[in-house]
T-cell receptor, first 116, second 112 residues
Framework: AQSVAQPEDQVNVAEGNPLTVKCTYSVSGNPYLFWYVQYPNRGLQFLLKYITGDNLVKGSYGFEAEFNKSQTSFHLKKPSALVSDSALYFC??????????????FGKGTKLSVIP | DTGVSQDPRHKITKRGQNVTFRCDPISEHNRLYWYRQTLGQGPEFLTY????????KSRLLSDRFSAERPKGSFSTLEIQRTEQGDSAMYLC??????????FGPGTRLTVL
C-alpha cells in the first residue's frame, strides 16, 4: 500500500522565482507516484509520473520532480514560476488492487499562489 | 478534441430527483474511472471499469448510485433520489495502462 503527505496546504512564491511543492511518501515495495494539477474551475491535468528509472522526471509545462528514496520524497519543482502556475497541486499514488484498477488516492493538495 | 469529455458540465436539480451523467473516454483507453470531488477536498474514487466490466466500487458508492459502461466505450453515472450531500464535482478519467489517468472537465452537480 502507498500513502503520501503534502505537508503544506499553501505555497506562495514570487513570479520568476523557483518553486517547490513538497510530497513525501510511505510505501512498501516500489512506489508509483504521480503529480496532477487542477486549475480553477477545470479538471485535473496530468503533470508527470515516476514508476521506475531515472530519479529526475520531467513533465508538462516545465515542471520536474525528483524521486529521492533516502528521503522518501517526490517534490515537484520548476525553475521559474509563472502567475499562470497558480493552481491546486496533488501528489497522488495509485492504489493497486486485485482488480487492477490503480485508482488514484488524493489528499487535499497544495495550493500554489504565484505573486506577480 | 481527443481528450475525455463529460456531459453535462453543470447540473442543478431538486432533492429527490434522478440525474445521469455521461463520460466519453479517450477512444483507445480500456480503463475508466469515476471520482467525486467536494469543495476543499481532493477527488475520491467511486468506481472503475475495465472495458465493459465494473471491477471495483468504493464504499462511497451507495445503492442510489449506479454506473454502466455498455460496450466498453462511454460510461454513465446515475444518482437516484438525489440528496443535498450529493452536490459535488463528478470527474471521469480514462487510461490505457496503470501508468496515468487522463481526466475530463467534470460535471458539477448542485442539489437544491
Amino acid at each position: 500500500a502507498q500513502s503520501v503527505a503534502q505537508p503544506e496546504d499553501q505555497v506562495n512564491v514570487a513570479e520568476g522565482n523557483p518553486l517547490t511543492v513538497k510530497c513525501t511518501y510511505s510505501v512498501s515495495g516500489n512506489p508509483y507516484l504521480f503529480w496532477y494539477v487542477q486549475y480553477p474551475n477545470r479538471g485535473l491535468q496530468f503533470l508527470l509520473k515516476y514508476i521506475t528509472g531515472d530519479n529526475l522526471v520531467k513533465g508538462s509545462y516545465g515542471f520536474e520532480a525528483e524521486f529521492n528514496k533516502s528521503q522518501t520524497s517526490f517534490h515537484l519543482k520548476k525553475p521559474s514560476a509563472l502567475v499562470s502556475d497558480s493552481a491546486l497541486y496533488f501528489c497522488a499514488p495509485p492504489a493497486g488492487s486485485g482488480a487492477g484498477s490503480y485508482q488514484l488516492t488524493f489528499g487535499k493538495g497544495t495550493k500554489l499562489s504565484v505573486i506577480p | 478534441d481527443t481528450g475525455v469529455s463529460q456531459d453535462p458540465r453543470h447540473k442543478i436539480t431538486k432533492r429527490g430527483q434522478n440525474v445521469t451523467f455521461r463520460c466519453d473516454p479517450i477512444s483507445e483507453h480500456n480503463r475508466l474511472y469515476w471520482y467525486r470531488q467536494t469543495l476543499g477536498q481532493g477527488p475520491e474514487f467511486l468506481t472503475y471499469f475495465q472495458n465493459e466490466a465494473q471491477l471495483e466500487k468504493s464504499r462511497l458508492l451507495s445503492d442510489r448510485f449506479s454506473a454502466e459502461r455498455p460496450k466498453g466505450s462511454f460510461s454513465t453515472l446515475e444518482i437516484q433520489r438525489t440528496e443535498q450531500g450529493d452536490s459535488a464535482m463528478y470527474l471521469c478519467a480514462s487510461s490505457l495502462t496503470a501508468a496515468g489517468q487522463f481526466f475530463g472537465p467534470g460535471t458539477r452537480l448542485t442539489v437544491l
